[in-house]
C-alpha cells in the first residue's frame, strides 16, 4: 500500500494475535444507548447533519460515460441529476424545475442536449441554466439568470461521483484525508462498473452498516463462509479523522477471487495478502484488493429499515474474454444478496426486532468493535452535541493519540 509501512501493519498483526488483552491506554468505551437505532427524533437529526453535510458516493462514470448523458439519484433524501457536462464535468443538480416544482426528468437515465420540463417546457443546461421559457411574453421581469437549477457540491475520485449537499463543505480529497492516497494504488479511475443492486433490509442503517465494521462476529456468523479468509485475531484497526476507519486481517487461504481475472498490476503486498476494507464516513465501506472493488452503502429510510447498496467494479474483464463481468455480492442476477451478504442481513433485521426493547444499559463494545464507537463519536460532532439529547450522546473518549498517523500500538508491540 502507498505510504503505509508492511513491515508495521506484520508486527501489529502479531501483536493483535499475541495480545491477552486490550492495549495499554486504549480508552474504555462507554456503553451506547439503544435509542440511536430507534427514536424517530434522532433519525431526522441524522438525515439533515450527517446525510445533509457529508460526502456521499452517487454514482460512477460508465454509467454517465458521454457528454448529455444523465442519470437521476435518488437515494440521500433528494431527488438529484447526475450529469456529465460538455467540458468533461459531471454536475449533480436538484430534479426540480425552477418554475413550479416539477420533476425536470422523469427517466431514470438517459442522454439529452437540453432538460426540458415536461410540465410547462421549460429547458435546462447540462449546467443547470434556464435557457428557454416557454410563453416567455406571459412572464414579466423574469430573469432567467436567476432561475437555473439548484446545484450541489460534486467531485470524482477516479471514475468515482462523491456529491455533497453542503455547499460549505471541504472538497473530497481533504474529507478523506489519507484514504485518497492509500486508494491510489487500486486505480479507482481504471475500474470498470460491473453491477449496482439494492435491497431492502429491515434495520436500522446504522445496524446494517455496524456488520461491516467488525471482525469479531466472523467466526460465528460466517465460519462457512468468509471465516476462512479472515484471520480475525490478527485483525489491525486503524481510526482516521473524519470518522473514517480501516481494517487489515491477514488471510489464512488464497483468496476466492484468484482466477482468470484480470488484476490491478500496481497493488502492493498488503492489498494482495490482506482483507483490507475502509469504512467511510457516513454509510460507505470500501473493500479493495487487486482483482474487485466491491463499495457497500447503507442508506436511511426510517428508523427500522434501510436501503443496502452493493457495488462491483473491477479491471476490464473484456480483455480477459469473459463477456459478462464478476458480481461480488448477489446471486442469479441480482435476484438476491448472496450468502454472506445474507448472513449480516438476516442478523441485522434479528437484531432490530430485539432493539425495540430498550435496555438501560446500553451496548457495551469492545475493543475490536472500536470503529463503530469511533462512527457514533463523530457523527454526534457532525450532529452537534448540543442538539443531541444527553441520553443519546456518545462521550468523546476516542482522542487524537489513537488516531492515525499516531499508533500507540507499535511502542507496545516493540515492548
Known sequence: MANIDADELHLLMSFEASRTAVPDGFPELPPINSQRYIDDAFALLEREHIFGKSWLLAGHMDEIPEPGCFQRWDHAG????????????????LNRCSHRGAPVVQAQSGRRRLLTCSYHGWSYSANGDLIAVSSERDFRQLDKACLGLKSFKCERLGNLIFVNFDSEAPPLNASLGALSEQWAEFELGNCRLSRRDRFLVKANWKIALEANMEVYHVPTIHSKTVASVIDSRRNVNTLYSGGHGRMVAPMPSPSTWQSSRREIASVGEIG?????????????????NQYVIPPIQFWPLTPDQCIVETWTMAPDWTSDGAQVGPDMWTE????RPNQILREDIEMSEAIQLAMSEADDRGIPLSYQ???????????DEVIGRERIPTSLQVPPVIGEDWTSPNEPRLALATK
Open 332 to 335: 442469479e442476477n441480482g435476484a
Open 272 to 288: 494482495r495478502t490482506c482483507t483490507l476494507s475502509y469504512n467511510v464516513f457516513p454509510n460507505l465501506v470500501m473493500p479493495l
Open 369 to 379: 468493535e472500536a470503529r463503530i464507537y469511533f462512527l457514533h463519536q463523530h457523527m
Open 78 to 93: 433528494k431527488p438529484v441529476l447526475l450529469i456529465h457536462t460538455e467540458d468533461g464535468q459531471i454536475s449533480a443538480l
